[in-house]
């Protein structure tokens, strides 16, 4: 996980063989297994807009790359991961003045079965 003054978020699916051949192991968007790979975040909690263009960063490409399971840039986000014996949970928290916060996104890994899909 990165967390950067680039005010956007992105999650990537689980990757092997980064940066060399990227092969996405699984285009689920809940739930992973401990052999799925990793999976990249950027998280910016940035506290004020981009000095470029007065708001959230802008994304480079459009539509998304392949890899890409989710990405914002309406809000500043936040990371909660919450732990447990055999699995953790990432849930991405996004604020925006004058709003109440809210999840953006979520997703978790286990070590046993991920539920049917």
């Not at 990165?2 to 285009?27: A, H, N, W």
Request: contains cysteine; hydrophobic residues 30%.
């Amino acid at each position: 996980m990165v967390s950067c003054q680039d005010q956007s978020y992105e999650r990537t699916f689980p990757l092997k063989g980064v940066p060399d051949r990227m092969e996405i192991t699984s285009t689920a968007k809940e739930c992973y297994g401990g052999s799925d790979g990793t999976v990249c975040l950027k998280v910016g909690p940035g506290g004020k807009l981009s000095n470029i263009n007065k708001r959230f960063a802008d994304f480079k490409t459009h539509p998304p790359p392949p890899h890409t399971a989710f990405r914002d840039n309406t809000a500043h986000h936040f990371a909660r991961l919450q732990f447990t014996a055999d699995s953790v949970r990432v849930r991405i928290i996004a604020v925006l003045r004058g709003r109440q916060t809210w999840v953006q996104d979520e997703f978790r890994y286990t070590l046993g079965a991920c539920p049917a899909q």
